[in-house]
Every structure is written in structure tokens, then in C-alpha cells.
């Protein structure tokens, strides 16, 4: 015997409860467009509206389908009537923190739903009923999805609302970490935020699937940057860029190294290593790599004082030793510090 998915379910309890009359056929269909049956990956009241021309006005369009759903469906059936609805419901409540992806696998996995449906219809559909009230559907910046994300996103998270806050709290610290140190082990910020640990898949999804960030695995650990925040690696990188277009890959790799032994890294935080540095380089989205040097697709920044009188001092010289700096810049009456 076949086992019903739940549009199955759905269409059978509807065919069995409606009045036959003219109306019914398109009843039917609004309420299973609403739940995410009928290839509308964001469905709303007032697409179903427009959809099956009910509602008069354009200030209240959703009052009438809203009507249709709750007269012939959420008034009449019990959730003893719908099993499997219960149990996907029940997937989800235990889920509390997923990718739409991977509610979408387990439920086809289990054959619950059919191969095309919405993710946003099925939270219609199960909020409707009362289950799952506490869910959203959450971007890869922890916002909430609109018809718009659904497009433009790689990547959707379906979680308890009650959990968001907490969870966008710890991303932001997340995505804030390697700032200071340039390239970060995700290792280093769980052992740092034990607390957070529980994030840890979610957010590793989350990393992988941003424009905004450079991800790698290096022997079985994590590193990341985040390249539209603040970084003292890119901030280097604008200001090299005064003085070359171009350099090779080892050279800058060592300059940037030696930029960030000038202070001590913050604890629970470790500096990038000089190979860890090299792949950046060859793979950032601000650097061009012709297999020798890097060419920097940043603009510069401004440099200070004692940076200009550096370069000019160094320009067109071979190898210079710290005291002859050092006693250039006191002549130029820079203090020891």
C-alpha cells in the first residue's frame, strides 16, 4: 500500500470536507498554492489572492483567501485527521536550528512531501494548524527571508525564533574575531566560546555560503576572514598598496606576517601562519595571482608620516639594515618609541 505524502493528505481530507459546488476546485487549489504545492517558492495571502481573483480590495486582498483557508479547512479538520502533517511537524520542532536544505532532505528522505514544494508554504501550513509557531525563515546574515532571498540567497535557515537573537549574537562575535589576527582558526573562537559550540554547523554553513568571506581547511582546521569588515591583514594590503601595484606572493606573505609581530595577538587568538597568509593571498577576492605575484585590487589608504618618510628612504635601495632607519628617522626628529 503507498503511503501519502502530505499534499496527498491534504487534497483527500479537502476533497472529502468541501461542499461540491463551483467554487470548490478553486478552493482547493488557493489553499494548496498557500501551503506550497503549486511551484510558488514564497507564497502569501495576497498572492493567492491575486492568483484566484478573490478579494475586492486592494487595501485588504488577504482577508478573503485568509476567510477561504480558515472556513473550509483549519475550522473543519483535527490534527488526529492529518498524521503526517504531524510528522513533519514533529521534524521540525526537533530540528530547531537547521538549512532549509536539510529539513527538505530529511522530510523527501522519509517521503513526507512531494518532490516540488515551498519550504515557506509548509511553515503556512503547519502554522496555520498551530504547530511550529516559534519557526522563521532566517537568511545567511540571520534577517528574516522574503521572496527576495529566496532568489538571491545560496543559503536559508529555518529556526525558533526565540533561538535568533541569541544565535545572530554569537555570529556577530563570529564574524568580528579574526579582525585583529587577519585570518582566524574557527577552532580558536569555539574553544574561546564554548557556549556557542552547539552553533558550530550551522555556522560553518553560514561562512561557507557568504560572498562576504574567504573559507579554508588546512590539514582538518578551519580559517576564515571576513573581507567587508574591518581586518589589520586588508588594512595592510591598502596600504602597500602605496607603494606597489604588484608583488610576489612570498615577499608579501613575509611583510604581512612581520606587520602583525609588532603587538601581541589577543588572547585566545593566534596569528595566521606565513603558508596560511600565501593561499590567502593567491584566492582573495582583492588580489589577482599570476602564479608569481599577486596584483592588489584595493584602494590605498592614507599613510602616516613616518610611513611615507620610510618608503622614500628604502626607495631604489637593496637591503637595509634597522640602524640606518632608525638614525634616519631621528634625524628627522622621531623619538626612540
Given at each position: 500500500?503507498?503511503?501519502m ?15 461540491e459546488?463551483d ?20 507564497p ?36 488526529s ?19 532549509s536544505?536539510?529539513i527538505k532532505e ?6 513526507l ?25 532566517y537568511?545567511n ?37 579574526p ?5 582566524a ?10 557556549a ?5 554547523r ?6 561557507r555560503s ?9 590539514d582538518?582546521?578551519?580559517?576564515y ?9 586588508i ?9 606597489a ?7 608579501l ?9 609588532q ?24 588580489t ?15 599613510l ?11 626607495q ?12 634616519f ?9
Amino acid at each position: 500500500m503507498k503511503v501519502m505524502h502530505i499534499e496527498e493528505e491534504l487534497l483527500n481530507f479537502l476533497h472529502d470536507s468541501i461542499r461540491e459546488n463551483d467554487k470548490k476546485y478553486r478552493d482547493i487549489q488557493l489553499i494548496l498554492f498557500f501551503f506550497g504545492f503549486r511551484d510558488e517558492p514564497w507564497p502569501t495571502l495576497e498572492d493567492a489572492a491575486i492568483k484566484f481573483e478573490v478579494g475586492e480590495s486592494e487595501n485588504r486582498r488577504s482577508e478573503r483567501p485568509r476567510q477561504i483557508i480558515k472556513n473550509k479547512f483549519t475550522s473543519k479538520v483535527s490534527l488526529s485527521e492529518l498524521p503526517r502533517v504531524c510528522e513533519v511537524a514533529s521534524i521540525v520542532e526537533s530540528a530547531e536550528c537547521s538549512t532549509s536544505d536539510e529539513i527538505k532532505e530529511i522530510l523527501l528522505d522519509k517521503k513526507l512531501v512531494p518532490e516540488n514544494f515551498s519550504i515557506k508554504g509548509l511553515l503556512n501550513l503547519l502554522q496555520q494548524l498551530g504547530l511550529c509557531r516559534d519557526f522563521d525563515i532566517y537568511t545567511n546574515k540571520l534577517l528574516h527571508a522574503s521572496r527576495a532571498s529566496v532568489e538571491s540567497e545560496k543559503n536559508l535557515y529555518l529556526l525558533r525564533a526565540s533561538k535568533a537573537s541569541e544565535i545572530k549574537a554569537a555570529l556577530k562575535k563570529l564574524l568580528v574575531y579574526p579582525g585583529l589576527v587577519g585570518i582566524a582558526s574557527l577552532r580558536s573562537f569555539f574553544e574561546k566560546h564554548e557556549a556557542y559550540l552547539a552553533y558550530k554547523r550551522i555556522f560553518l554553513d553560514v561562512l561557507r555560503s557568504r560572498d562576504d568571506v574567504w573559507i579554508s581547511n588546512v590539514d582538518g582546521r578551519y580559517y576564515y576572514i571576513v573581507e567587508e569588515r574591518d581586518n589589520t591583514l586588508i588594512n595592510n594590503l591598502e596600504k602597500i598598496k602605496n607603494i606597489a601595484d604588484a608583488v610576489g606572493v612570498e615577499k608579501l606573505s613575509v611583510v604581512l606576517l612581520n606587520a602583525f609581530k609588532q603587538r601581541t595577538p589577543p588572547k585566545g587568538n593566534e596569528y595566521p601562519s606565513l603558508e596560511l597568509i600565501g593561499k590567502y593571498l593567491k584566492s582573495s577576492r582583492f588580489t589577482e595571482y599570476n602564479g608569481n605575484a599577486v596584483s592588489l585590487n584595493v584602494s590605498p589608504t592614507p599613510l602616516r608620516d613616518i610611513e611615507k618618510d620610510v618608503a622614500r628612504y628604502m626607495q631604489d635601495k637593496g637591503t637595509i639594515g634597522f640602524v640606518g632607519i632608525k638614525e634616519f628617522l631621528e634625524k628627522k626628529g622621531y623619538s626612540k618609541p
